[in-house]
């Protein structure tokens, strides 16, 4: 009985700051090699508990792929259609507080998207409530 009234206590207690927090990043965005950089804002809710994200104002929230010491994958995977090969990474450095976004496009042509930013740590703004 005791073990269950501690684990019911532990199961209600709130989420630490560290695994639920938003992140206001300023940065630049490279649309292609040698353009030049455009300023670029990106605004993030993490749950690291729930393993989700989203980018503010949370359209759609989505999973988070890996999180390490050092960092956090929020995306990373390779999309395969009709021949055309792209990559997607999007990752933010847990001791650096900079977060990218990478966009690559190697065939048929070569085109990449490139945004780095550097974050601030804010409140958890939660994410939208579910309906269904």
């Known amino acids: 009985m005791r073990i269950l009234i501690l684990g019911l206590a532990a199961a209600s207690m709130p989420v630490s700051a560290a695994e639920q927090y938003d992140l206001d990043c300023e940065g630049q965005k490279t649309e292609q090699e040698g353009a030049n950089p455009t300023a670029e ?4 809710s993490i749950d690291l508990k ?9 359209s759609k929230v989505l999973p988070i792929d890996e999180v390490f010491a050092d960092r956090i994958i ?4 390779n999309h395969i259609e009709r021949g055309v090969i792209i990559s ?3 990752q933010v450095n847990r ?6 976004y990478i966009v690559d496009q190697r ?6 998207s490139v ?3 550097l974050c601030s740590l804010k409140p958890f703004s939660g994410f939208p409530a579910v309906k269904f």
């Open 41 to 44: 804002a990106v605004n993030l």
């Open 50 to 58: 729930s393993m989700q994200y989203c980018y503010r104002p949370c």
């Open 74 to 77: 929020l995306r990373s995977y």
């Open 88 to 90: 997607f990474h999007a």
């Open 95 to 100: 001791k650096t507080g900079e977060y990218s």
């Open 107 to 112: 065939a048929p042509s070569f085109k990449k």
């Open 115 to 117: 945004t780095v930013a």
